[in-house]
């Protein structure tokens, strides 16, 4: 297991490698640690502060850390060349100097071509490599984890399955009296005493705040009137690998106008299933755009409000990764993609319904790993 | 109190708009989390997406968010003109717009100076803004949050005394067996129930653990050996403030290399704090590095190894700010600054001790904001 994960890892950096000669990039510093953690397979860099570095040549791979790191990185990332920095050495002269170890000297000079990830870097970082380097270029790796493999596809279900715990648990707790952000706490707590973590900012939306796809959930309390919609929108974060699921559960029973909204999500989901499904039958290229417009289509045909957002969205390391289900997406689904498919109808002043699960694209047709159920919910 | 409120923040505002006069800005983008909660007031925005930006010109400050906070932010930003962006209109399009209207269009052309943040803007979006402007600079605001009001030195109060609470709650937790992450659990789950958050990734370092300064908590457990050591980092985030302490504990009887290391690491802050008073009675300007080397010669004078970090760190909205409390710092302490004073010990697989406390500068001398006891405690 262990030498299977290495083999995976440093196919990774070969693969990569070859990009960079095909681009003609003598190497790449890849900053945003969702690449690193694919790259590596550590995932444990902080978000907020630069904590590491991988630089990548078209022979060799180094990671650049800090000294804090060096034993963490030393017994799990064993496929790289560590490297420490300090504030001792600038990083670009640090890159300059492994660039004419890795490369031959004669081919490194300030024409020498550098990737950067253009969304993962600072004008500062910038701005401190064009000292040394004249031809900086964006190097594109945001398609590179589209395509999850056998381990990826576990590690997002095993995230699934403890959403769906989570999930049991906190329908439970829905009472009258407790708030918004109450709910959101008995979430994100259970998912944390399970070593877990949360995927992203939990969503919780009682009655009219549910009308706001991205509300953000307050100290509104739950009210003893029945109908009452609540929306819960929230992720697991295990093993590096992210969940992301959405239900609608209704307090005493719903209004027939409510009923309506539900059935038309649901279906509008479904349909967007069956339209994937039946062109994996046929071997037919699935366009991302149009599944989003079987699902936007059939609500909107329905005299609904579009939905305010895309249909889906790949996941992986990253809650919002490639393929994006959306009007405007050039995306194509394929084996081995897992995504979101979410329709939603949203009617100010009265409330939302979303409906969100993760699918996994294997050969004969989507496996569903959320697996809560979405029979109309009465709690 | 509430337009108290609003006049801090308009002041800030107006004070900005000097500072961009005086260095020849004709407006500045600012796109910090941090900053926007400084100048704003609300909080609340992600610092893994771009959720907002703020764009003050000479004349005018505006407020560029997603139609999702629309609602929180019509409500609680009173003193910015709200300005929705989405995919439609590209922001440059619509800062050179705000611009033409807010100054006179004769003065808005591609030469118009325009301030960004370098450390927390991408490459990808300043190469969107060159499109649009040729002559964009750093506008450098991290000394502008360097003095801190009554408001917010009592919300950092509040923020350390959570973190004594949850100090005390913790220690009743250690006994042989438990994991470090199940104690990071414990605090950070004491924080969250009291609606707070924390305000970064809390370090729990058990025995030989501690002689890292920023060890990772991991699965080792607490084994049943007296004189082993506890070394706990950790802060609490309330109402947008940080609060930062460390404290470091023993189980069953140290030994007497023990106790020296954890009576030299106290005295080393004594020294720095008894410094500081000196000067603050006797009126003379107080270098913070001068502060830093009275606690770390006494460090090395003892025989033990120099400190492998700063002395200390101001804190606020960030939990590393200004002024820092460096060999190499060029700041100086005045009156209304918060900062931490740190010093600790780190000595290769024996252990590390680390005592940290928040401090605030008032006119007559240091106030301790964390109150939690430095006795040297035996569990």
Same mark, same amino acid.
């Given at each position: 297991m262990g030498n299977e994960r290495k083999e995976v890892l440093e196919n990774r950096i070969k693969k990569l490698q070859l990009d960079l000669a095909a681009q003609n990039f003598e190497a790449v510093l890849i900053s945003s640690v969702a690449h690193i953690a694919y790259l590596t397979g550590y995932g444990n860099f902080s978000k907020e502060e630069r904590d590491a570095y991988l630089f990548i040549t078209q022979k060799e791979a180094f990671i650049l850390t800090h000294s804090i790191y060096t034993e963490v990185i030393k017994? *799990?990332? $064993?496929?790289?060349?560590?490297?420490?920095?300090?504030?001792?050495?600038?990083? %670009?002269?640090?890159?300059?100097?492994?660039?004419?170890?890795?490369?031959?000297? %004669?081919?490194?000079?300030?024409?020498?071509r550098l990737g950067i990830e253009e969304d993962h870097l600072t004008v500062a970082e910038y701005r401190a490599l064009q000292k040394e380097f004249r031809n900086i270029d964006n190097f594109d790796m945001s398609l590179s984890r589209i395509v999850k493999n056998n381990l990826e596809i576990e590690n997002i279900r095993k995230a699934c399955h403890l959403g769906d715990e989570a999930f049991l648990h906190v329908i439970k707790k829905i009472k009258p009296g407790i708030a918004e952000l109450e709910l959101v706490f008995e979430l994100e707590n259970y998912i944390r005493k399970s070593r877990a973590d949360i995927s992203f900012k939990t969503i919780v939306a009682f009655g009219k705040n549910s009308a706001y796809p991205h509300h953000q959930a307050g100290l509104t309390k739950f009210e003893n009137t029945p109908g009452q919609i609540i929306l819960m929108d929230f992720g697991v974060k295990l093993n590096s690998y992210c969940s992301d699921m959405t239900r609608t559960v209704f307090f005493g029973k719903p209004s027939t106008k409510q009923e309506k909204l539900y059935e038309t999500v649901l279906e509008a989901q479904k349909k967007a299933v069956d339209f994937i499904n039946?062109?994996?039958?046929?071997?037919?290229?699935?366009?991302?755009? +149009?599944?989003?417009?079987?699902?936007?289509?059939?609500?909107? *045909?329905?005299? !609904?409000?579009?939905?305010?957002?895309?249909?889906?969205?790949?996941?992986?390391?990253?809650?919002? +990764?490639?393929?994006?289900?959306?009007?405007?997406?050039?995306? !194509?689904?394929? +084996?081995?993609?897992?995504?979101?498919?979410?329709?939603?109808?949203?009617?100010?002043?009265?409330?939302?319904?979303?409906?969100?699960?993760?699918?996994? !694209? +294997?050969?004969?047709?989507?496996? *569903?790993?959320? $697996?809560?159920?979405?029979?109309?919910?009465?709690?």
């Open positions: 017994s *799990q990332v $064993k496929h790289l060349t560590l490297v420490e920095i300090s504030r001792r050495e600038p990083v %670009r002269k640090i890159l300059v100097n492994l660039l004419k170890k890795s490369l031959s000297p %004669r081919k490194v000079g300030r024409n020498t039946s062109k994996i039958k046929s071997g037919k290229a699935i366009k991302c755009a +149009e599944v989003d417009k079987i699902a936007r289509g059939f609500i909107t *045909q329905k005299g !609904y409000p579009s939905i305010p957002h895309s249909l889906g969205h790949g996941i992986g390391l990253e809650v919002h +990764e490639h393929p994006t289900l959306s009007p405007k997406s050039k995306d !194509y689904l394929q +084996e081995g993609m897992v995504f979101s498919i979410e329709p939603g109808i949203y009617i100010p002043n009265f409330g939302g319904v979303r409906i969100e699960d993760l699918f996994v !694209y +294997e050969s004969n047709g989507l496996i *569903q790993t959320t $697996k809560s159920s979405k029979n109309l919910t009465v709690i």
